[in-house]
């Protein structure tokens, strides 16, 4: 039985979206791994709302961090990848996650970035922004 092969542009494209892919799930495994080993509790990771998904959600002492989880190559470019309009969505996501989990409402929430990066450790940007 011969094999059906995809070649050219659709197969590069479908490849290198799951090797981003692949490296974006990395990426939030190794900031869990750091906001554990900081101290925090992690409360939730890829949270699902209608409204966009939070990375990881996260707590220590009387805060919630939300945070958002960039990966690229190289550290510059990660550190340019949140957009003004991400942001929003990350703080209407948060709305809706705290409106679910109303036990967590005494807490103070943070929105915080984490920079990813091939073979170093993610750098954690404590109140990058505030909404």
């Not at 791994?33 to 959600?57: K, Q, S």
């Not at 690229?72 to 996650?97: C, E, H, I, Y």
Request: aromatic share 6%.
């Amino acid at each position: 039985m011969m094999r059906k092969t995809t070649t050219g542009a659709a197969a590069t494209g479908r490849t290198a979206r799951g090797a981003a892919e692949r490296f974006g799930r990395y990426a939030e495994a190794v900031c869990r791994l750091a906001l554990r080993l900081a101290g925090y509790r992690v409360l939730a990771a890829r949270e699902r709302t209608p409204l966009g998904e939070i990375d990881i959600v996260a707590q220590r002492g009387g805060i919630l961090a939300i945070v958002e989880v960039k990966a690229r190559r190289d550290p510059g470019v990660a550190a340019a990848a949140l957009s003004g309009r991400q942001s929003q969505r990350l703080v209407r996501a948060a709305t809706v996650f705290l409106s679910r989990h109303p036990e967590l409402s005494g807490l103070a929430v943070r929105f915080d970035v984490m920079l990813v990066s091939p073979w170093r450790w993610p750098r954690h940007l404590v109140d990058a922004w505030r909404p």
